[in-house]
């Protein structure tokens, strides 16, 4: 079965201390993994999409990497307006469209 | 561009009532998710549609979910009866598929908040 898993649950960081979100995933085979950003009453909103191991996307003071095993997510110099929380999801090979999501980071950042 | 838009954006119902969420998707894109969020499971995925035809619904929960996709711009999920546990905050994405390995990214709505009393 697939499976995704995030960590920590919860973070709490102060403004300007950089960490990084950890996702670690077991599929049958990876067709691409995708990180989401969500805020309170929102729907999750996009970020990047990873395919393969060793690619990096970056935005802003985010920026994704990939594993084979996992992907992390590394906020530099975090804001309060970063505080949210982060989803990723994995598209698995043979199941078209499907998203299969983490339960989660919360990440509050504050002054 | 208009995003995903879903209706309505809260529902407060007693249990036994028939409930019905409605999605937009975006102009164009061809696939079309229903997906469920709770504190305990996190998001859920109920179904989806490609072209509106329904090709994976192994998510729906039980016979009293349904799901329905008239048309490229415009689909329903409807819950009869509802049961308190069906409290959640249910969420319409679409997306377009441009073939080959690499997918564009699911766009969600703002979610429909469901209290089933």
Known sequence: ?111 | DAGVIQSPRHEVTEMGQEVTLRCKPISGHDYLFWYRQTMMRGLELLIYFNNNVPIDDSGMPEDRFSAKMPNASFSTLKIQPSEPRDSAVYFCASSLSRGGDRNQPQHFGDGTRLSIL
């Open chain 1, 1 to 111: 079965e697939d499976q995704v898993t995030q960590s920590p649950e919860a973070l709490r960081l102060q403004e300007g201390e950089s960490s990084s979100l950890n996702c670690s995933y077991t599929v049958s085979g990876l067709r691409g993994l995708f990180w989401y950003r969500q805020d309170p009453g929102k729907g999750p909103e996009f970020l990047f999409t990873l395919y393969s191991a060793g690619e990096e996307k970056e935005k802003e003071r985010l920026k994704a990497t990939l594993t084979k095993k996992e992907s992390f997510l590394h906020i530099t110099a975090p804001k309060p307006e970063d505080s949210a929380t982060y989803l990723c999801a994995v598209q698995v090979v043979g199941t078209a469209s499907k998203l299969t999501f983490g339960t989660g980071t919360r990440l509050q950042v504050t002054l």
